[in-house]
């Protein structure tokens, strides 16, 4: 039994082999939280951990002079009493007041773990109940007539607890819930780095640190999607914490919308997490009777650094979050037309580029935006989800029908919550758009938010994309969002009800992925969102990949990769090689390191193959070839993080993956300039097997796991004799194939494979 409860001392023990989360229910009903670190033996009571205060101008409770929240660890913290900081949740009662507290009244043990709303809010699941073991705590404000329900589930192998919060009204009155987080931490003292994913439009998920200090720091979306400014994900690291080694805490938020992610220091030194929608623009109506259920927050304890935290995310998302038939089978290595020609095509056009797709390898070719409606730029037809026969005669049905014939699957572009103001649908329907009606309203790529807290506004759609994918052969499906939320409202719900718009906004959204995944359980959906306005775990739960950015540069990749794979395994993060120069930042790289950047995510290629010269699309055939014979290492294999481009000048990265048996290792390193006179690098392996031997290519000897994971493996980054340099020069300066070298010429990169020698 992973979760314990001690009838005596009242304590709540959670642990698997590696971690215990402990708290305790106080004589006065409060929730005491104790610890949450390294797995501790299991003990009748942990109460040398419940430690009071005694000092001068503490506000306590009446009837015990030691008692305040404000020093206490509060598992769940309420507002208005003896806590002075912002609480996990808030209400205002039929008074006006805000004031709420929560006291025990039963819990229930379970094996398994419970879902969501039904499964309609995304949350981790189990397949087997001895999988995870899980409480559901039952707390109540008595004054308000308020349960709240307190869900805990912790899994036996995989070392993650998951949690979230139910609020039901069983009083007569209306209750405003105006802040529902999903979870609460407080920890002692604040010796901890802070880690986010920030970012804007091709440059996401770059990785900031900061030391924790005295007030706040907060991460945060308002923009009706999880957003490109901040990921949901928080970690909290010790200062001494590596990539390999020290503690660290990963703080996680299964959801698409508006979230804060919260860190306080008190004055105390108690350092409180939160996490959940954000208050800022949620209220939700709580009438008699009514219940609200919190998106599901996830976190992870690691003592074994970075890897050990991103490790288990991987983990948990790739095999308990993201479902379906793709879940654990081979992602297809694509062609995509969208860089290749954006508007410009007809079938004839993309018919020769399946082709050379073919050609090359590919097993999917993916037509991106511009096939429906008029659209032949970006300023018009969103919502017009019926074929352009101008370009394609054969529809998307005869087209679909001519690439399967290839040999190649057929995927197709949407973007489901989208209108222009120049389409049929806006023509038709203008009352179907987000945003108030007394203002001119912002727009962005020239498009309206299609309205999907109206359940016609999503069942039109449904109905749309289902009859294509209905009459045509349909194997991937890509879902954009091309803009933020603004003017925030919906003209059907109630003046009191619009606080609720961001949240059923989103559930609208689930809704029709949900719709979608289960009519068509064989489609591949990946979650597109200009790369980054919704690269979240909710997402996962119906798409099993994410388009990583619109910044294919592989220079940029490099941190974005490295940022993204914090949280996110690299079977959900498509990753493509583009042309150069490359369309965002113009930059000319090789193709190979293209490749080496793309090989460690899903594997697609976003050009135009008709115009690849006889040489590189020689290169390309071995690229896709070398990814299909190492896909399982690349996509479902274990990564490490090796060397990190956010560190020092961030001229070299590194990174691995290592196959579940040991007995393959994929290594990538990568050098943005070349300096001049380098000194050696030498860079230590990780995951590997102590006792194996292996062979490393390009190079004529071998070493075992702990060497290389001790000695580490050596880089020259300058001319030495294992190689022919001229040879290489010279493919180098004439962009033809070589075998890439670390350090021989600006962007240079190796790709490293290590085999378990027979
Ligand atoms: C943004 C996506 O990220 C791109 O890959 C492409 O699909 C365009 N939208 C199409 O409009």
């Known amino acids: 039994m992973s979760i314990i409860f001690n009838q005596d001392s009242k304590t709540f023990h959670l642990t698997n082999k590696k971690t215990s989360y402990i708290f305790k229910i106080l004589d006065n009903g409060n929730l005491v939280h104790l610890y949450y670190g390294p ?6 009571n942990f109460d040398y951990l419940f430690r009071k205060k005694f000092s001068g101008h503490l506000v306590t409770r009446e009837d015990d002079l030691q008692f305040s929240f404000d020093y206490l660890k509060s598992e769940y913290p309420t507002f208005g009493q003896t806590d002075y900081r912002e609480g996990a949740y808030q209400v205002k009662n039929k008074n006006g007041s805000k004031v709420s507290e929560l006291k025990y009244v039963s819990h229930e043990i379970f094996k398994g773990k419970n879902q969501l709303l039904n499964g309609l809010l995304p949350a981790t699941y189990v397949e087997n109940d001895n999988e995870a073991t899980s409480l559901n705590l039952l707390m109540r404000d008595e004054v308000l007539g308020m349960d709240v329900v307190l869900k805990y589930t912790i899994y036996e192998e995989i070392n993650a607890i998951t949690r979230s919060v139910y609020f039901s009204n069983n009083s007569e009155e209306t209750i405003n819930l105006e802040r529902a987080l999903s979870m609460s931490l407080d920890l002692d003292g604040y010796d901890y780095e802070m880690i986010n994913l920030n970012g804007a439009w091709a440059r996401e998920r770059q990785m900031e640190v900061s030391k924790l200090h005295h007030g706040d720091q907060s991460i ?31 703080f996680s938020l299964i959801y698409s919308s508006n979230f ?7 004055l105390y030194n108690k350092t409180r997490v939160m996490m959940g929608i954000n208050p800022f623009t949620f209220k939700w109506n709580l009438n008699p009777g009514d219940s609200f259920q919190t998106p599901e927050a996830v976190m992870v304890y690691s003592q074994e650094g970075l890897n050990g935290m991103s490790q288990t995310f991987h983990e948990l998302y790739r095999k308990r979050l993201a479902r379906g038939e793709y879940r654990d089978a081979d992602r297809p290595v694509l062609l995509n037309n969208w860089e290749g020609t954006y508007f410009d095509f ?7 580029m399946a082709t050379d797709a073919k050609e090359l390898g590919a097993e999917l070719f993916v037509l991106d935006d511009g096939w429906f409606g008029k659209r032949n730029d970006d300023k018009s037809s969103l919502g017009d989800w019926f074929v352009n026969y101008d370009k394609l005669e054969n529809g998307i049905k005869g087209l679909s029908n001519k690439i399967e014939a290839m040999g190649l699957k057929f995927g197709l572009w949407f973007e489901p919550e989208m209108v222009s103001p120049i389409s049929e649908l806006f023509e038709v329907h203008p009352d179907w758009i987000v945003g108030v009606t007394d203002r001119v309203l912002s727009i962005d790529r020239y498009q309206y938010v299609l309205d999907f807290t109206r359940t016609e506004v999503v069942d039109y759609i449904f109905n749309m994309m289902s009859s294509i994918i209905s009459e045509s052969k349909i194997s991937y499906i890509k879902w954009d969002l091309n803009r933020s939320i603004s003017e925030a409202y919906s003209t059907k719900l109630a003046t009191d009800q619009q606080g609720e718009f961001y949240h059923r906004y989103i559930l609208g959204v689930y809704d029709l992925y949900n719709r979608l995944t289960t009519k068509y359980p064989q489609v591949l959906f990946e979650s597109c969102a200009s790369g980054g306005l919704r690269f979240d775990p909710a997402m996962l739960y119906y798409a099993p990949q994410t388009w990583t950015s619109d910044d294919t540069d592989t220079v940029e990749r490099l941190k974005i990769q490295y940022g993204t794979s914090l949280v996110y395994p690299l079977s959900s993060m498509g990753a493509h090689v583009s042309a150069v120069p490359n369309h965002q930042v113009y930059r000319i790289t090789p193709l190979e390191t293209r490749a080496n950047t793309a090989f460690f995510g899903v594997l697609g290629y976003e050009l135009d193959p008709t115009k690849l010269t006889d040489d590189e699309k020689m290169r390309i055939k071995k690229q896709i070839q070398l990814y299909k014979e190492h896909r399982e290492v690349f996509q479902y294999g274990t990564f490490y993080r090796l060397v990190s481009p956010y560190d020092g000048d961030g001229n070299i990265t ?54 290389l994971k001790s000695a580490g493996l050596p880089f020259h980054l300058t001319i030495n004799n294992e190689i022919d340099v001229k040879t290489m020069m010279y493919s180098v300066l004439n962009n033809m194939e070589y075998t890439p070298v670390l350090g021989i010429g600006d962007y240079s990169s ?9």
């Open 346 to 352: 007809n079938e004839e056009k993309i018919l020769s």
């Open 220 to 250: 945060f979306s308002t923009r009706g999607d999880s957003s490109t400014e901040f990921n949901p994900f928080i970690c909290l690291k010790k200062p001494m914490a590596t990539e390999t080694t020290g503690d660290v805490l990963g």
């Open 750 to 758: 190796e790709l490293i494979i290590l085999r378990r020698e027979k």
């Open 39 to 44: 797995s501790l033996p299991n003990k009748d």
């Open 260 to 266: 804060l992610g919260s860190v306080n220091v008190n």
């Open 654 to 707: 590194s990174w691995m993956c290592v196959s579940e048996n040991k007995e393959t290792a994929i290594m990538g390193i990568y050098q943005v300039l070349s300096r001049p006179n380098p000194n050696e690098l030498i860079v230590k392996l990780a995951g590997l097997n102590d006792e194996f031997e292996y062979t490393i290519s390009n190079r004529n000897y071998t070493l075992s796991g702990r060497e």
